[in-house]
């Protein structure tokens, strides 16, 4: 992070006519609380504020655009309000006293001007204007993280109650076939997967257990065909059609997760040739 920004004429500037907290104030108040904070650069994706941190100022974004967020259970973000040159945060912290509930990441370059507690109650909350502006912003905040939080979790109780909770439908709006392959010892198990009409998947194995012939059983919308043919070779040198494993292996994949009969490819393979996906 960089000390960089607006000149102080500037950044008086801009605090009066750009941030409604300040409407109202004295210029030499503005003077005051300028030269009493800091002014810091933070990066896109950067923390300026991150949850469970002691309130320690009040953010004005003098430049940039940023996000208040919060990370969900399944890795992603909530994202709770977005923040714009002239909106000021971390101000429910400061108020309450509690530690931040959310954390504040920049989207893009911001310059931040940083208030620290002892100037907020010095210089602000000593104005009526101002202590009205920061409890309807404060109320409007709690509002609208509540609603926020709550359709997300009605969304994902939602999902939870569907038919397909665990997303592991194939079942999407781009025509195309799927192939499965589950390798074992002696039994290959396949699946031909119809993205739009279930109707049409096939399944179907072939056992390569008795080592004179092959037995195939293919089941095809509830039609189940059975044929006996010779010997399926199998590959004796193969590549693992994972974009995380790359040797060469003989017989079977090298990968304990890859190897084992219960093993799932999505691929087709062709003897002494890498897979074609």
Not at 121 to 132: D, E
Request: hydrophobic share 40%; proline share 5%; net charge negative.
């Amino acid at each position: 992070m960089m000390n960089e920004g607006k000149t102080g004429e500037e950044l008086n500037s801009f605090l009066k006519e750009k941030v409604p907290l300040f409407e109202g104030f004295a210029p030499a108040v503005i003077e005051e609380i300028a030269g009493s904070s800091e002014q810091r650069t933070f990066e896109g994706n950067e923390a300026i504020i991150e949850c469970g941190e002691e309130g320690r100022f009040i953010g004005v974004l003098i430049s940039g655009h940023a996000d208040i967020s919060v990370a969900d259970s399944t890795g992603g973000r909530i994202v709770m309000n977005h923040l714009e040159a002239g909106d000021v945060f971390g101000e429910m912290s400061v108020l309450t006293g509690d530690r931040t509930v959310a954390d504040v990441i920049a989207g893009n370059r911001c310059f931040v001007l940083m208030i620290p507690q002892a100037t907020v109650s010095r210089c602000i909350l000593v104005s009526p204007g101002a202590i009205t502006y920061l409890a309807k912003l404060l109320a409007d905040r709690t509002r609208s993280n509540a609603v926020d939080i709550t359709s997300r979790q009605l969304h994902a109780r939602a999902v939870a109650q569907s038919d397909d909770p665990y997303a592991l439908s194939l079942k999407n709006s781009v025509p195309g076939k799927i192939l499965a392959l589950n390798v074992g010892l002696s039994q290959i198990h396949f699946g031909i997967y119809d993205t739009q009409d279930e109707t049409r998947d096939v399944h179907g194995i072939v056992d390569r257990a008795d080592s004179t012939r092959a037995r195939i059983t293919i089941d095809a919308g509830g039609a189940v065909t059975r044929r006996d043919r010779a010997p399926l070779p199998l590959p004796i040198s193969s590549r693992c059609c994972s974009s995380r494993c790359n040797s060469w292996t003989t017989g079977s994949c090298s990968r304990p997760s890859m190897s084992s009969p219960s093993a799932i490819a999505w691929c087709t393979a062709a003897p002494s040739s890498p897979a074609r996906r």
